[in-house]
């Protein structure tokens, strides 16, 4: 079992920056392939970024150059780095863990989620 726990949403003014946080604890040796996913409202829970346990990521066509995914192994954490927010990215974003299929931004693939955390964008 791997627990997940997110952190760092909150409201940002458009083309502002935001950090979210996931902590990760547990067997976390078997958490595979990580990643970010968010769900706005009325909409279906869609991939942002992965990164599997070599380090290679994938980011959805929505958020290239504008977000970043990133690991603190040591702490178990996992991050993503927000820049330049758009009103679109507003959303429950939740962290997820356990696919074994590195690259895979299909919810269905995915094992373990945390609860989220609201992430609003302003003008």
């Known amino acids: 079992q791997v627990q997940l726990v997110e952190s760092g949403g909150g409201s940002v003014q458009a083309g502002g920056s935001l950090r979210l946080s996931c902590a990760a604890s547990?067997?976390?040796?078997?958490?595979?392939?990580m990643g970010w996913f968010r769900q706005a409202p009325g909409k279906e829970r869609e991939g942002v970024a992965v990164i599997d346990s070599d380090g290679r990521i994938r980011y959805a066509d929505s958020v290239k150059g504008r977000f970043t995914i990133s690991t603190d192994n040591a702490k178990n954490t996992l991050y993503l780095h927000m820049n330049s927010r758009k009103l679109e990215d507003t959303a429950m974003y939740y962290c997820?863990?356990?696919?074994?299929?590195?690259?895979?931004?299909?919810?269905?693939?995915?094992?373990?989620w945390g609860r989220g955390t609201q992430v609003t964008v302003y003008t």
């Open positions: 997820a863990a356990g696919s074994p299929y590195g690259g895979s931004l299909l919810t269905n693939d995915y094992n373990y």
């Open positions: 547990g067997d976390t040796v078997t958490s595979g392939c």
